[in-house]
T-cell receptor, first 111, second 112 residues
Framework: EDKVVQSPLSLVVHEGDTVTLNCSYE??????LLWYKQEKKAPTFLFML????IEKKSGRLSSILDKKELFSILNITATQTGDSAVYLC???????????FGTGTRLQVTL | ETGVTQTPRHLVMGMTNKKSLKCEQH?????MYWYKQSAKKPLELMFV???????ENNSVPSRFSPECPNSSHLFLHLHTLQPEDSALYLC???????????FGDGTRLSIL
């Protein structure tokens, strides 16, 4: 059975801290890994990773994939209160349409 | 505004009712999805449509019946639901399957 595990489950940091969120996966015929941010309702897309070792960056957020060790990390530097959200990781597999999500990491950034 | 609109935002229904959830995307995408999000559980993919054809059905009970009349609209017809079906139902779309998905705000469904 395909599985995506995220850690930690929740995290509280102070504004300005740097955080690293983890995502490991065990899936058949892995295709790509995606990160989403879910604040209130609709998850919003952050990154899609398909190649190992190539960092993707968007502002203070960056992510990298390790296909040998089957994990990805999402880094957020200089955190702000607006970064408070649930961060979801998902793996696409096998047939083009299959997508398996982790339970998410709930990040709270305090002043 | 994500370009994916879901109605209603909230729905309370009895176990014997029949209702439908609606999703509309204004992004010109060709693939649409239904997900179920329950508390403390991962997002569960329910159905995938590509070019109006169902390409994935993740062992969803028959009391959930999807319909995709065109590439912009997706429905989820509900009948004789159970209390454990209470959850947030999210619709998403993407240019093609395997592309990043854009989500709607969801319908919060409560079964009495």
């Amino acid at each position: 059975e395909d599985k995506v595990v995220q850690s930690p489950l929740s995290l509280v940091v102070h504004e300005g801290d740097t955080v690293t969120l983890n995502c490991s996966y065990e899936v058949t015929n892995f295709r790509s890994l995606l990160w989403y941010k879910q604040e209130k309702k609709a998850p919003t897309f952050l990154f899609m990773l398909t190649s190992s070792g190539i960092e993707k960056k968007s502002g203070r957020l960056s992510s990298i994939l390790d296909k040998k060790e089957l994990f990805s990390i999402l880094n957020i530097t200089a955190t702000q209160t607006g970064d408070s959200a649930v961060y979801l990781c998902a793996a696409t597999t096998g047939t083009a349409s299959k997508l398996t999500f982790g339970t998410g990491t709930r990040l709270q950034v305090t002043l | 505004e994500t370009g994916v609109t879901q109605t209603p935002r909230h729905l309370v229904m009895g176990m014997t009712n029949k209702k439908s959830l609606k999703c509309e995307q204004h992004l010109g995408h060709n693939a649409m999805y239904w997900y179920k999000q329950s508390a403390k559980k991962p997002l569960e993919l329910m159905f995938v449509y590509s070019l109006e054809e169902r390409v994935e059905n993740n062992s969803v009970p028959s009391r959930f019946s999807p319909e995709c009349p065109n590439s912009s609209h997706l429905f989820l017809h509900l009948h004789t639901l159970q209390p454990e079906d209470s959850a947030l139902y999210l619709c998403a779309s993407s240019q093609w399957v395997q592309q990043p998905q854009h989500f709607g705000d969801g319908t919060r469904l409560s079964i009495l």
